[in-house]
Nanobody
Framework: QVQLVESGGGLVQAGGSLRLSCAGS????????MGWFRQAAGKEREFVAS????????IYADSVKDRFTMSRDNAANTVYLQMNSLKSEDTAVYYC?????????????????WGKGTLVTVSS
């Protein structure tokens, strides 16, 4: 069982930056692939980024590539999402996700555990 708690969301102007954190519980945290998803109002939840268990492999959605950076600290049971050059279309609730089966998390259906989310609002 893994419990995930996101933090770091808030209101930011377009072009600004935010850093999201996701703290995980449990001794097996380092064995999970971790991901970030987001869900804007009225839209489906979508993939943002994923990192493998060791942090050696990271993938991004095209919409955030070169602006967002995902990382993890297994000693601290925490993953991060550094978001730069934020746009109004990045406004959404951001969710942390964990999966033990695959190298990366790309699909909502493969997620084993979800956090409750943190709201990011980008004003234009």
């Amino acid at each position: 069982q893994v419990q995930l708690v996101e933090s770091g969301g808030g209101l930011v102007q377009a072009g600004g930056s935010l850093r999201l954190s996701c703290a995980g519980s449990g001794r097996t945290f380092s064995s999970y692939a971790m991901g970030w998803f987001r869900q804007a109002a009225g839209k489906e939840r979508e993939f943002v980024a994923s990192i493998n268990w060791s942090g050696s492999s990271i993938i991004y959605a095209d919409s955030v590539k070169d602006r967002f950076t995902m990382s993890r600290d297994n000693a601290a049971n925490t993953v991060y999402l550094q978001m730069n050059s934020l746009k109004s279309e990045d406004t959404a609730v951001y969710y942390c996700a964990a999966d033990r089966t695959f190298l990366h998390i790309r699909a909502v259906a493969t997620v084993d555990y979800w956090g409750k989310g943190t709201l990011v609002t980008v004003s234009s």
